[in-house]
Nanobody, 120 residues
Framework: QVQLVESGGGLAQPGGSLRLSCATSGRIWGIDYMGWYRQAPGKQREMVARIRAAETPRYADSVKGRFTISRDSAMTRVSLQMNSLKPEDTAIYYC??????????????WGQGTQVTVSS
């Protein structure tokens, strides 16, 4: 059973920083994208940042220049450095991994979510 375990959420002041991390329960073969999504109250889940081998990471327009996604070479951990936080960044943040393997077929795994609250 694959698990994605997130950490690093919490409360930050506007202009502050937080770093989210997501670790897989083991090596997952066939990963395509690793990424972060978020869902604010009353809103749909949206992509925040995604990273894929040999490509420039993708970011939502609302976080460009403020957030940075990174992953380890073994693709067992993906992190999101969030700087210059704004109240509108308040949401539950979810780690996501998708891909394909001959053993599992197409897969799309989600973490349990971690709350990020930006408030003074």
């Amino acid at each position: 059973q694959v698990q994605l375990v997130e950490s690093g959420g919490g409360l930050a002041q506007p202009g502050g920083s937080l770093r989210l991390s997501c670790a897989t329960s083991g090596r997952i073969w066939g990963i395509d994208y690793m990424g972060w999504y978020r869902q604010a109250p009353g809103k749909q889940r949206e992509m925040v940042a995604r990273i894929r081998a040999a490509e420039t990471p993708r970011y939502a327009d609302s976080v460009k220049g403020r957030f940075t996604i990174s992953r380890d070479s073994a693709m067992t951990r993906v992190s999101l450095q969030m700087n210059s936080l704004k109240p509108e960044d308040t949401a539950i943040y979810y780690c996501n991994v998708d891909g394909w393997s001959s053993a599992a077929g197409a897969f799309d795994f989600w973490g349990q979510g971690t709350q990020v609250t930006v408030s003074s």
